[in-house]
């Protein structure tokens, strides 16, 4: 940008030669994450990626499809609201970044699945409209892979745009909510909170996707409105299972629940990762986001690949 106090980042480059092209791809939060394996933390900006020396890695582009406005047209992959970094697919080498984009009609896509090392998009499609939301978990144990999904309005359960296996297979069903997860089952499957998405008080609970509700937070609230975020999401007792903590409703206390299914899955706590726990701060820095380990967790994991604490 030529003054970044008096100039829109939107709709061109910025005037340097190599960081010029970072104008448009950042996203509303940031993840660090090593993604070329050398024990470093790389900056994931968004649609672009810093190295730890500073330098520009890639910065995502993509040809407009059709049904766009300038077919054919190279376009930054652009902003968006929910970015997702870590092993979503163990069938590709290293993490993956799963993204919705607001672009609209002039993004390439509405949502994307990359490769983190190289930018490459391995799967996606073109929306045309702001694509609000996007979410991975371990919903659907039958498949490999996490699963994506992702949202086209604010609320979390409205206008899916749809739902999918780690490698892009469309999946039957009804999308989970968008805005949080949670690891709170014994068998690594991932769940969903639902918060206090009006203004009329609705009880925060956890849902899994095959199970249904799980906990209902009676007397909490969560925060950002619609968002319904929780004060916090992270494994702060051990076991690598996240606990939650909630605001009571007149704000006199803040209450910590914590999993009380049994498991037979023996892991050290979550917060010895490096990736997660950066990725816990930056949670409360910017639009919630969900902290994601730097490796592969699900219910198919290869144990033999968890990288042991203090060594990379």
């Known amino acids: 940008m030529t003054n970044p106090f008096n100039d829109s980042p939107h709709g061109r480059d910025g005037t340097h030669p190599t960081y010029g092209t970072l104008t448009t791809q950042g996203f509303h939060s940031l993840s660090t994450a090593d993604i070329d394996h050398d024990g470093r933390q790389?900056?994931?900006?968004?649609?672009?990626?810093?190295?730890?020396?500073?330098d520009l890695l890639?910065?995502?582009?993509?040809?407009?499809?059709?049904?766009?406005?300038?077919?054919?047209?190279?376009?930054k992959l652009g902003h968006g609201d929910a970015m997702h970094v870590t092993d979503i697919d163990p069938t590709n080498p290293g993490l993956e970044i799963f993204t919705s984009h607001e672009g609209g009609t002039t993004a390439p896509y509405g949502y994307a699945l990359r490769d983190a090392e190289t930018g490459e998009v391995l799967f996606g499609g073109y929306t045309g409209v702001d694509t609000a939301r996007a979410m991975v978990g371990e919903i659907d144990p039958d498949r490999p892979g996490l699963e994506v999904w992702a949202n086209s309005a604010e609320d979390p359960t409205a206008d899916p745009v749809g739902l999918w296996s780690a490698t892009g297979?469309?999946?039957?069903?009804?999308?989970?909510?968008?805005?949080?997860?949670?690891?709170?089952?014994?068998?690594?499957?991932?769940?969903?909170?639902?918060?206090?998405?009006?203004?009329?008080?609705?009880?925060?609970?956890?849902?899994?996707?095959?199970?249904?509700?799980?906990?209902?937070?009676?007397?909490?609230?969560?925060?950002?409105?619609?968002?319904?975020?929780?004060?916090?999401?992270?494994?702060?007792?051990?076991?690598?299972r996240e606990e939650v903590l909630l605001p009571t409703?007149?704000?006199?206390?803040?209450?910590?629940?914590?999993?009380?299914?049994?498991?037979?899955?023996?892991?050290?706590?979550?917060?010895?990762?490096?990736?997660?726990?950066?990725?816990v701060a930056r949670q409360q820095t910017t639009y919630n986001q969900p902290s994601h380990p730097g490796f592969y967790l699900a219910t198919d994991m290869d144990w033999a690949n968890v990288p042991l604490p203090g060594r990379r």
């Not at 790389?42 to 500073?54: R, V």
């Open 169 to 240: 297979e469309p999946i039957d069903g009804e999308n989970p909510a968008a805005n949080q997860s949670v690891r709170w089952a014994g068998d690594l499957t991932t769940q969903q909170m639902r918060g206090a998405t009006t203004e009329e008080y609705v009880v925060p609970t956890i849902e899994d996707w095959r199970r249904g509700t799980l906990l209902t937070a009676e007397g909490t609230t969560t925060n950002n409105w619609w968002k319904g975020n929780p004060s916090l999401v992270a494994d702060i007792h051990g076991d690598w």
């Open 249 to 279: 409703l007149d704000s006199s206390a803040v209450r910590i629940y914590t999993s009380a299914e049994v498991t037979d899955h023996k892991l050290y706590t979550l917060m010895h990762d490096p990736q997660y726990r950066v990725e």
């Open 42 to 54: 790389e900056i994931i900006y968004g649609s672009a990626t810093l190295d730890d020396n500073g």
């Open 58 to 75: 890639y910065s995502s582009t993509a040809p407009l499809p059709p049904q766009s406005p300038t077919p054919g047209d190279t376009a």
